[in-house]
């Protein structure tokens, strides 16, 4: 099982990225009915953003700061939890 864990994890990410809007506008997903991709890709909300203050020059309001903020702290506090847990 763990031999094959690299190689599972390189396959994952590597469509993890495809279905990722990095080098394609969204509107793509949204026009063939894959929105459901957008909504469930947790990296979807910090690519949103960083467009948002790169691209169109606007300062991302509450709401988008607290789509990253929230789910960034969560997890911090899962992994300290089981950092401390396993030390």
């Known amino acids: 099982f763990f ?4 190689h599972l994890y390189s396959i994952v990410t590597l469509v993890w990225m495809y279905l990722t809007p990095l080098f394609y506008p969204t509107e793509l997903l949204r026009e063939n009915g894959l929105s459901i991709l957008l909504e469930v890709n947790p990296l979807y909300q910090y690519i949103s953003y960083f467009r948002m203050l790169v691209l ?5 309001g509450l709401y988008e700061n607290m789509l990253c903020i929230v ?3 969560l997890m911090l506090g ?3 939890f089981a950092f401390y847990k396993k030390q």
Do not use: H
Not at 56 to 60: F, S, T
């Open 3 to 6: 031999i094959f864990t690299g």
């Open 71 to 73: 789910p960034s702290v």
């Open 56 to 60: 169109e020059g606007q300062v991302p």
């Open 78 to 80: 899962v992994g300290m």
